[in-house]
């Protein structure tokens, strides 16, 4: 973080209630720094949704589209919000696992904030929640909102 600003701000949006906590607690403390807030939403396609091994389901549009779509209502509904309470910030849809985009949106960033628990469900069970790993990984401070 330069003296001219209050730097970046990474915040994990993913519509939760914890990720609103973060996303409130984010956006005051973009206020008291003067810094900038980059809300991350991320988005993939489930395996669970290909269905069985070997099957290829035949599709009229392809399946990525609803998550995405998600991805980005929820990446614009925390921006509007973040804007009309006073501070500057830019929604990012980005296709992947959260974990990592995160952990690398902090490589730019002076300050990384997620919610204890999102949407994450059996999946973060079994490679550890989003938190623990912006926790152990991330390139810059972390903080995490509990509920």
Not at 26 to 53: C, D, M, Q, T
Not at 132 to 137: G, I, K, S
């Amino acid at each position: 973080m330069n003296a001219r600003d209050g730097g970046t701000i990474v915040v994990g949006v993913d519509g939760s209630e914890n990720g609103e906590r973060a996303l409130d607690w984010a956006i005051e403390e973009a206020k008291l720094r003067g810094a900038r807030l980059v809300l991350l939403s991320a988005w993939h396609v489930p395996a669970f949704v290909y269905g069985a091994p070997g099957f290829a389901p035949q599709l009229e549009e392809p399946l990525d589209k609803p998550f995405e779509e998600v991805a980005e209502e929820v990446a614009d509904a925390a921006t509007k919000r973040a804007r009309e309470a006073g501070a500057e910030a830019e929604g990012s849809v980005r296709q992947g696992q959260a974990a990592e985009l995160l952990i690398e949106a902090s490589g730019s960033a002076d300050l990384l904030v997620v919610g204890s628990r999102g949407h994450g469900g059996f999946a973060g069970l079994l490679l550890g929640s989003v938190s623990a790993q912006c926790a152990h990984h991330a390139k810059c401070p972390v903080l995490i909102v509990r509920g």
